[in-house]
C-alpha cells in the first residue's frame, strides 16, 4: 500500500463521492441513444413501422441535488427501451415532467414509432396537452408548444396520467 501512495503522490487526484439522486425517475442503467438504432442488452431495435400501439411511460423529479428524468418505452410486442437522463441545468418539477416527455416522444420519433400511448404522473402535463389546463407562464408555454409539435408527427397519439401511488411494476 505504502508503494502505491509513493508512486501515486506524484499525481494530483482526487475522490469525489458521486451524489445520491433520489427519485422514481433515475433506471437502473443508461442506454446510449444512436439515431438510427437501439441496442439493449442482446436485443437490437432498428427503425420500422407498425400500425400497433406503444406504450410510454416518463417521470421528472427536480431536488436539491439535480434534475433527472426517465422513460421507458414498450413495444407492441413488450421489448422494452428504458433511457434515464441527469439534466444539467435547473428545472422545475414541472419542465422536468416536461422534459421527461418531449425526450420520450422524440426516442419514438426517432425509431419510426406511428401510435402512441404515453402515460405520465403529472396532471399538469396531462390536463395542458388535453387543454383543460392552460400554460401560464411563459417557461410552460414554450413547453407545451413543443410537445403538442412533437405529438402531431404521429398518427395516434394518446395521454394518459397515472397516480403517484403506482409504481412502474404495476403499469408494466
Known amino acids: 500500500m505504502v508503494k502505491w501512495a509513493i508512486e501515486l503522490g506524484d499525481h494530483v487526484i482526487t475522490f469525489l463521492p458521486r451524489h445520491l439522486v433520489k427519485g422514481q425517475v433515475i433506471a437502473d442503467f443508461l442506454v ?9 442488452g442482446e436485443t437490437t431495435i432498428t427503425r420500422r413501422e407498425t400500425d400497433e400501439f406503444w406504450e410510454l411511460y ?23 427501451i428504458t433511457y434515464a437522463i441527469r439534466l444539467k441545468f435547473a428545472a ?37 396537452l388535453n387543454g383543460s389546463f392552460e400554460a401560464r407562464d411563459s ?12 405529438t402531431k408527427t404521429f398518427a395516434a397519439f394518446e395521454i394518459k396520467q397515472i397516480p403517484r401511488n403506482v409504481t412502474r411494476k404495476q403499469m408494466l
Not at 98 to 105: N, S, Y
Open 58 to 80: 416518463t417521470d421528472g423529479a427536480s431536488s436539491e441535488e439535480g434534475v433527472g428524468i426517465g422513460l421507458i418505452l414498450v413495444s407492441p410486442n413488450g421489448e422494452k
Open 139 to 150: 417557461s410552460m408555454q414554450k413547453y407545451l408548444e413543443l410537445t403538442k409539435a412533437l
Open 32 to 40: 446510449e441513444l444512436p439515431s438510427n438504432m437501439i441496442k439493449q
Open 92 to 128: 422545475s418539477n414541472n419542465e422536468a415532467e416536461h422534459e421527461a416527455l418531449i425526450a420520450g416522444l422524440r426516442l419514438a420519433k426517432s425509431i419510426d414509432v406511428r401510435q402512441l400511448t404515453a402515460y405520465v404522473d403529472s396532471q399538469l402535463v396531462t390536463s395542458q
